[in-house]
Structures are given as C-alpha cells and as structure tokens.
C-alpha cells in the first residue's frame, strides 16, 4: 500500500533556485494539503485543495505555488528559493467524510537552502 | 485566528501513566486531534475529538471540554516506544480539512 508518496526525500537548494515537491496519493482522497514543520513551531499550513482544480491558501503560502489538475497529485512550487524555506514538508491527504478527519501525512522532504 | 498551548517536554517512567494537556483558542472549531510524531517520521493519527468527554483507544484516551478550550491526551502502562511528540491540533471551517497545530509536546520515557 503506497498512500501518500513524496518526492525528493532530501534536497539541497542554492538562494534564488526553484523546484517542484512532488505529492502523490493512491487512496482516491478529495483533500489534500501541505504542511511545513520547523524545532519548536508545529506544523504550519502552506496550501490545501478539496478536490482537482481547487486550491487555497493556508497560514503560510508566500513563496509557495499549488496546482491540482488531477485528484491524485499535489505539487508544491518554491519560485525562488530562501534560507527561511529550510524546513521539513509534509504532504497530507484525507477523504471527504469529516467524521474522523484523519490526515495521512508522507515520509516527508527535508529541504535545506544554503 | 488560531493558538494552541502545550507543554514543550515532559518526562515519564514506563508503566506509568502521563497526561498531556492543550489548551487552544480558535474561530471556527471543528474538532480536535492528537498525533504521534517519533523522531524523523511523519505524524500518525491518534485520536480525534468533536464533542466533549472522553474517547478510548486501548492505552490511550483523549478528553475534550469545548467551553474550556481544553483536551488532553492520557496514555496508560508507558512504554519505551511511546517515546515520540505529541501533536495536538484543532480543525476549522467548514469545508476541507484544515488543521492547525500546537508547537507539539516531547515525551521522553525512562526506564
């Protein structure tokens, strides 16, 4: 069972690069959502999508682009990136039914921008 | 707006019980969850909570009072592996799922 698969699980970037986190989910879920995690903060909400075509914004999506063009993908864009944006990311998916809400979270990529 | 407190460390022995407290003040609230978070891993579901009382789940039990913006997480007969963080977090509006969460709690367990 793959659920929710993340790629890259590391990366290092430069100041100013850009790249594209990749989220996968194979569990047919509507939502789907990032989160960073950063010592002593939580996770914080950068973007969510209750379905393909529809995102928003969460607490934190400066710096950040979305895109759901299909139920099962979720890709993170970094349009340029900064040493505020080292961090771990966490996609997250969950069905519809909001009478449990589990979220199931991947393995999570850690980023460091040098 | 959303803020949610707990407490950063706490220390236990195995066998023992512990409980971890959150208090959280929200617009919007839709339910309250606490995830387990072993170093280097991704969270995992524990429990979830949307009208006040107590929930069981084997070892563990999770409490909510919506009027005092409070839960807590009690986890029964410790053991080593229950070493990890724990992650409250609070869901609000009233599509998708959107959680906020607390800075999460670090349970050492000792011998």
């Known amino acids: 069972n793959a659920g929710v698969t993340q790629t890259p699980k590391f990366q290092v970037l430069k100041t100013g690069q850009s790249m594209t986190l990749q989220c996968a989910q194979d569990?047919?879920?509507?939502?789907m959502s990032w989160y960073r995690q950063d010592p002593g903060m939580g996770l914080r909400l950068i973007h969510y999508?209750?379905?393909?075509?529809?995102?928003d914004q969460g607490e934190v999506p400066n710096g950040y682009n979305v895109s759901r063009s299909t139920t099962e993908d979720f890709p993170l864009r970094l349009l340029s990136a900064a040493p505020s944006q080292t961090s771990v990311y966490f996609c997250?998916?969950?069905?519809?039914?909001?009478?449990?809400?589990?979220?199931?979270f991947g393995e999570g990529s850690r980023l460091t921008v040098l | 707006g959303q803020n949610i407190d707990q407490p950063t460390e706490m220390t236990a022995t195995e066998g023992a019980i512990v409980q971890i407290n959150c208090t959280y003040q929200?617009?919007?609230?839709?339910?309250l969850f606490w995830y387990q978070q072993h170093a280097g891993e991704a969270p995992t579901f524990l429990s979830y909570?949307?009208?006040?009382g107590l929930e069981e789940k084997g070892r563990f039990s999770s409490f909510l009072s919506r009027s005092k913006g409070y839960s807590y997480l009690l986890l029964k007969e410790l053991q080593m592996k229950d070493s990890a963080s724990y992650l409250c977090?609070?869901?609000?509006?009233?599509?998708?799922?959107?959680?906020?969460f607390g800075g999460g709690t670090r349970l050492m367990v000792k011998p």
């Open positions: 977090a609070v869901r609000w509006g009233n599509a998708g799922n959107m959680l906020t």
């Open positions: 569990m047919n879920h509507e939502y």
């Open positions: 997250a998916s969950s069905t519809r039914d909001r009478s449990t809400g589990e979220l199931f």
């Open positions: 999508s209750v379905g393909a075509g529809i995102t």
């Open positions: 929200t617009s919007g609230f839709n339910g």
């Open positions: 909570n949307v009208l006040d």
